[in-house]
């Protein structure tokens, strides 16, 4: 979907295009706004981003597949810019569909590098309750910003809408049904924002170009949902309280340091 220029600007989704990302992520899963952040911007942040990422390349943890990568973030900047921490269009569209007593606890990208293979197809939560086929409202929403172009060449995402965020089965049953099931690739520009039902199915897919495939990813959940499997966020002091109340209130369960003690790596 492609906002009007006063929508950027100012921040604020007209009445109408609220609706139809709620109707979107309610029926199908996911909503993308393209080209919503600014080139310069993003560029900036892929090139913080890749100096990061390269040093983290040095001693990379175990993956799910070859050369998909998941990297925490550290929360300065340019990554902890307002318009990726606290992003007004994203906020929006989050509280209309879980209301307002939510939390922001992950901050973190996902890379595919070239020669990558497919991810097992997944979702990013568990299921309340497992036992039941029953359809219940979203309690985890997730935030992408692909720091290229994410296309079908250099790896873009492949999702399932169309109902799977309403499933309750388990990974190994995912595995089982998903060949049967029709799936998409995310395609979108550099800056885009993409805004997912933390329960529909995706997986990463084989970077066929000689460049990395970034994404920055937040996720926000209601308060009540259990994620203490994920480490604590550390915001330095000064950078939490320049953000909007609304931001404070997501963040205020994480670890706030002073600015000297910040959270300097990954």
């Given at each position: 979907?492609?906002?009007?220029s006063?929508?950027?600007?100012s921040?604020?989704?007209?009445p109408?295009?609220l609706?139809?990302?709620?109707q979107?992520?309610?029926?199908n899963?996911?909503?993308?706004f ?7 911007f993003?560029?900036?942040t892929?090139?913080?981003?890749m ?9 990379p ?32 569209v ?29 979702s ?9 086929q ?17 296309l ?20 190994e ?20 924002i ?20 970034p ?41 706030i340091?002073?600015d ?7």
């Amino acid at each position: 979907m492609i906002l009007t220029s006063r929508e950027i600007a100012s921040g604020q989704l007209l009445p109408e295009t609220l609706s139809y990302a709620v109707q979107q992520i309610r029926v199908n899963g996911y909503i993308v706004f393209d080209s919503v952040l600014p080139a310069d911007f993003m560029a900036d942040t892929h090139a913080a981003y890749m100096e990061l990422f390269y040093a983290f390349l040095q001693d990379p943890p175990p993956t799910s597949a070859k050369n998909h990568y998941r990297m925490f973030l550290p929360f300065r900047m340019p990554f902890a810019d307002h318009r990726i921490v606290a992003n007004s269009i994203v906020l929006q569209v989050i509280h209309a569909v879980m209301g307002n007593n939510l939390r922001c606890h992950y901050f973190a990208s996902n890379t595919c590098l070239p020669g990558s293979e497919y991810q097992p197809v997944h979702s990013d939560i568990y299921p309340l309750f497992p036992e039941a086929q029953v359809t219940i409202p979203p309690y985890h929403m997730v935030f992408n910003i692909p720091l290229v172009d994410s296309l079908e060449e250099n790896g873009a995402m492949e999702i399932y809408p169309g109902g799977t965020h309403y499933s309750n089965y388990s990974r190994e049953e995912i595995a089982a049904i998903a060949p049967s099931m029709t799936a998409i690739r995310a395609e979108m520009p550099a800056g885009s924002i993409m805004i997912r039902d933390g329960r529909m199915w995706h997986r990463g897919t084989p970077n066929l170009s000689d460049h990395a495939r970034p994404n920055i990813a937040l996720v926000y959940t209601r308060k009540w949902v259990n994620m203490s499997h994920l480490p604590k966020l550390e915001i330095p002091k000064t950078l939490y309280e320049e953000l909007p109340d609304e931001a404070k209130s997501m963040f205020q369960d994480e670890v706030i340091v002073d600015d000297a003690a910040s959270y300097a790596g990954v």
